[in-house]
DNA sequence: GAGCTTGATTGAAACGTTACAAAAATCCTG
DNA sequence: CAGGATTTTTGTAACGTTTCAATCAAGCTC
């Protein structure tokens, strides 16, 4: 593969040039500047991107650590950032997690060595020692998408969770439930008890009581989200709505109904945070409180390049991005009494 | 950050012998390897991997540029192969062309300044001969996977195709169907040629007739299999079942069902390749021919990592893998004549 | 214990770039 | 047209590794 001195001999100019017009610098003539592009087009050059990330300190590369690329909320978030990212040049190392914190640090590391120059990280799990430790050692810049750290002084870019709860849990009220169940994250979890607390806010604010029986942790998962929606279903006073506050909770819930034979909206009415590519397309159609993700994408991308630029100093920001509500046919008015398949 | 030569200094010994326990190579000792590792923990020192792809002339990258991160077939894809590929230590590079073949070559590009050692390729869109020549640029051994490129010599990992398209077919016939509606992708593709191959092959082998009328192009897109389904629901004789020869488009068929309110399978059956995560959450629960895709990416892997090595040599072998039918509730008995619902 | 063999350690030359200072060429000015 | 001020061009020293030949130490054999 021909290097740059194979170009400058072509060229018939020295290597100091070629490195000029290959970085677009200084002043070259155009006479000079045309040959060499022509060396370069003629040998099919590629600058060779381990020498160069050597000699500048910087690798063009930037990391992005999700815990499960599978979730369309994160290969959404990453078709975002990779697409703001290749526009300045940059490409995006994606790393999946799947949720284990032995991978996520591993990864850490990895990243490290490859002196990525900037890290997209949506964090898995609670915080630990061993990540912050770890981010540090990295002595780049950091933004945080999802889920915010607190006390690292880190960027982050996170949805508005306690407006998201709220307005998942008004919509309901509004077709008339008094007894609505909530699929929720592992409450030690910031995003978790935020959407608790705008659920919470929904029902006091319509003077409703909050009955913590209706309350389940669903891990953000598909299986526990089942196994709380059972629960649900079991209760002496099953709700008449359930409210799940992440994707693959709403996918759990919604099994549970289809394995027995509960029809949506008529016999239970479900809401869920995060939009579905598959919402529009299955009966009934679901509605959901949505994540503006591509935007969250572009603007933790944007954080971060203002980051590399020195244009942004100081302290972390924290951007919180408005959920949106896209009412569809999966809530209704409350069954009267109840369904008749339960029990 | 430290170098190689601060945990030599530190751990008073020569460079060398730093790299040497680095890769774990010759025979140092174990008390200088002791004291090696001691340094560098203590400095929690991290090689340089530009550096080092520098000197050794391979960079523990590998590349896989898929079409669409956010269709479920190629997150499960990156899923398989970035587990299989960090066990062996390497990083995966993911890139993502939006199904735009100028952006697959930018990508190509920029890969190839990375010194990626070998490449995943899920070719989107018709064969190009500047793609043909990029690759060769690349100089490293490339496997293809979903769809194969005749006479580059590549390695390859396809689905047989032929049976996905006959057994889902023959799934529907013994539903009883016998007009039976195929959105298929567009038939310049050898993919979507051959689903269709199997779809007439198993319709001829039941004593049906292949009625050009019900095969419409829907190109391996959601939007256009809409276009493609309610044509098929304005002919004057629809089909009673359908059959979507990808998850896109069964999402598409699905959409218009949902839009018009038709009941699958009491008005009309679909079955579609490639089987989705909620495929079990919604009612329908939806029957599918699935791809084994972990075995996919593993198998495509393998295959690399063997070409690696130098222990797979000559010309390119292909690996056909097999089709699963996963058979649920979307398909049942025919409608008795033309549903209400139509036209 | 002298010579040999074997095994562990090391010095220094690449690898392909960029950055900086120095050199060369060009353009002014009076 | 000499001399100075600019603008282009270039030589070369890093950057952090690995590799390979060379050195050094230790263990044998007779």
Redo the contacts with the bound molecule.
């Keep these: 593969?021909?290097?740059?001195?194979?170009?400058?001999r072509l060229a018939?100019?020295?290597?100091?040039?070629?490195?000029?017009v290959?970085?677009s610098?200084?002043?070259?003539?155009p006479?000079?500047?045309a040959r060499v592009r022509a060396a370069m087009e003629k040998l099919s050059?590629?600058?060779?991107a381990?020498?160069?990330s050597?000699?500048?300190?910087s690798s063009g590369l930037i990391g992005l650590i999700v815990g499960d690329i599978t979730n369309p909320f994160f290969s959404d978030l990453f078709e975002a950032v990779e697409d703001a990212a290749a526009a300045c040049g940059y490409l995006v190392l994606l790393c999946n997690s799947n949720e284990r914190s032995e991978r996520e640090e591993a990864h850490l590391r990895m990243l490290r060595?490859q002196r990525i120059d900037g890290l997209i990280l949506a964090p898995t799990g609670a915080a630990s020692m061993n990540r912050a430790s770890l981010l540090a050692q990295l002595e780049i810049p950091v933004v945080l998408v999802d889920r915010a750290m607190e006390g690292l002084g880190y960027d982050a870019v996170v949805l508005d969770n306690r407006r998201a709860g709220f307005e998942a849990t008004r919509h309901l009220i509004g077709c008339g439930h008094k007894r609505i169940g909530l699929v929720n994250g592992p409450d030690v979890l910031r995003t978790a008890a935020e959407r608790l607390a705008g659920y919470r806010e929904a029902l006091l604010g319509a003077g409703l009581s909050v009955d913590p029986d209706l309350i389940r942790d669903g891990a953000f998962r598909q299986q526990p989200a089942e196994q709380a929606m059972s629960e649900l279903l079991a209760l002496p006073q099953p709700p008449s709505a359930i409210f799940a506050t992440n994707n693959l909770m709403t996918v759990g819930v919604m099994k549970v109904l289809a394995d027995r034979g509960l029809a949506c909206p008529e016999d239970i009415s479900v809401i869920g945070i995060d939009d579905l590519p598959w919402a529009e397309a299955v009966s009934p159609q679901l509605s959901a409180v949505a994540q503006p993700v591509r935007a969250m994408g572009e603007a933790a991308l944007d954080l971060l390049l203002r980051r590399l630029s020195g244009s942004l100093q100081g302290p972390g920001t924290t951007s919180v991005m408005a959920p949106r509500l896209h009412i569809r046919r999966s809530c209704g008015m409350p069954a009267t009494g109840r369904p008749a398949h339960v029990g």
Tied chains: 1, 2.
């Design positions: 593969m021909a290097t740059i001195r194979d170009v400058a018939d100019v020295s290597v100091a040039t070629v490195s000029n290959l970085n610098v200084d002043r070259v003539s006479e000079l500047s050059y590629a600058p060779h381990g020498a160069r050597l000699r500048k300190r060595t």
